[in-house]
Structures are given as structure tokens and as C-alpha cells.
């Protein structure tokens, strides 16, 4: 597996709370990403990465901020957890290889907002 | 926009059975198409297709990429059950991002 861990790994938190999800990695790679899966919407991109401090949003950027101050640390924060925030995110990472950027995932965060 | 549309969402299958999970994509700058596999957790990543015409395999898994008719098939041979998953294929190519399928959940029966 490639070395990318997820923390907290579960998470049960109220409406309104400031919600900060890490993902950390090993591999040196440039790229990190953010996503969440929720049944019949398949993997969402969040956010992204391209290199410290270089971010960009993804097609369900609102309600989320991210910030990455070192290469292995990417965090995804939810500023005031909404219950439609409630779902398993996925961290993932990458490199350039052979014109594409092949991802790998970390273990998942499940997060559930009451 | 782009798109990305997997078929069938489901399917059933017995052991031994032979499959075939198809992707098609509506891409404008194509660089790659990916499948993965997830089980109960993360994503574990399958094959990247690039050109047209070359199969790629691992085992009972082989995959083919059509980029005139921009859609790629992943087959598995002789299923188990420990294939049963969901399949998900994505679009490698816009700005270091990838674009998925809604995946295909598999489900090999004993």
C-alpha cells in the first residue's frame, strides 16, 4: 500500500462544529486530493492539491477549506459541519507517470454529523 | 462537460461466470482512463489505459481501450467471489485530475 494514512478514521460530530480532517503521506508525491463518496453519487473531488500551498476546488468545493503547509500534510476542514456533510472521505495521492496521474487512496475518514 | 458513464450498475454473476464492465467517456482533452476496485475501504487501483487497441492484463482481469468509440471494457474471467466490488473507472487527464464513474457493483455468487 502506498503511504498515505487518515485521520481521525471515524468521526461523530454535531451540526455547527469546525470539523478538521488529515491526511499524511510518505511518498513525496506532488499531488493530494480530497474526495467524498455517498451512495449513487460515486466519488466527489473536493479539493486538490499541486504543491505547498498551491490548492484548487473541486466540483463540491462549498462548504470546505483546505490547506497544505508542508508536502506530506493535506487537511480538509468543514467549518461548520452541515448533516449533507455526512459520508466517508477519501484522501488520495499522485504523480505525473506516463502523461496521466495514477491515484492512490488512503483508508477513509467516516464521518457522520448529527 | 465531461462525463464519465459506467454500465451496468449491477450485476449478478455465479462463480466461474465470465464478465464484461463497460466505461464509456465523454472526454475533450483525453489523456488516460483508469479502473479501480474498491471492496469494504479504499480504492485499489486496477490498470490506466492509454492507447487504443492494447489489452492490458493482471491475471483474470484484462481491460481495452477504444478511443475512436471512447469507451474502454474490463473483463474478468472465471469470476470468484472474492471479486465481488464495485468498479469504478475514471477519466485521467484534466489538470492532474481524475473524473469517476458511479461504478459497477459486482456480485459473484457461490
Known amino acids: 500500500d502506498a503511504g498515505i494514512t487518515q485521520s481521525p478514521r471515524h468521526k461523530v460530530t454535531e451540526t455547527g462544529t469546525p470539523v478538521t480532517l488529515r491526511c499524511h503521506q510518505t511518498?513525496?508525491?506532488?499531488?493530494m486530493y480530497w474526495y467524498r463518496q455517498d451512495p449513487g453519487h460515486g466519488l466527489r473531488l473536493i479539493h486538490y492539491?499541486?504543491?505547498?500551498?498551491?490548492?484548487d476546488k473541486g466540483e463540491v468545493s462549498d462548504g470546505y477549506s483546505v490547506s497544505r503547509s508542508k508536502t506530506e500534510d493535506f487537511l480538509l476542514t468543514l467549518e461548520s459541519a452541515t448533516s449533507s456533510q455526512t459520508s466517508v472521505y477519501f484522501c488520495?495521492?499522485?504523480?505525473?507517470?506516463?502523461?496521466?496521474?495514477?491515484?492512490?487512496f488512503g483508508p477513509g475518514t467516516r464521518l457522520t454529523v448529527t | 462537460e465531461d462525463k464519465v458513464v459506467q454500465s451496468p450498475l449491477s450485476l449478478v454473476v455465479h462463480e466461474g461466470d465470465t464478465v464484461t464492465l463497460n466505461c464509456s467517456y465523454e472526454v475533450t482533452n483525453f489523456r488516460s482512463l483508469l479502473w479501480y476496485k474498491q471492496e469494504k475501504k479504499a480504492p485499489t487501483f486496477l490498470f490506466m489505459l492509454t492507447s487504443s487497441g492494447i489489452e492490458k492484463k493482471s491475471g483474470r482481469l484484462s481491460s481495452i481501450l477504444d478511443k475512436k468509440e471512447l469507451f474502454s471494457i474490463l473483463n474478468i474471467t472465471a469470476t470468484q467471489t472474492g471479486d465481488s466490488a464495485v468498479y469504478l473507472c475514471?477519466?485521467?487527464?484534466?489538470?492532474?485530475?481524475?473524473?469517476f464513474g458511479k461504478g459497477t457493483l459486482l456480485t459473484v455468487n457461490p
Open positions: 511518498e513525496n508525491h506532488r499531488y
Open positions: 488520495a495521492i499522485s504523480e505525473f507517470l506516463a502523461d496521466s496521474y495514477e491515484q492512490y
Open positions: 492539491s499541486y504543491g505547498v500551498k498551491d490548492t
Open positions: 475514471a477519466d485521467g487527464g484534466s489538470n492532474y485530475k481524475l473524473t
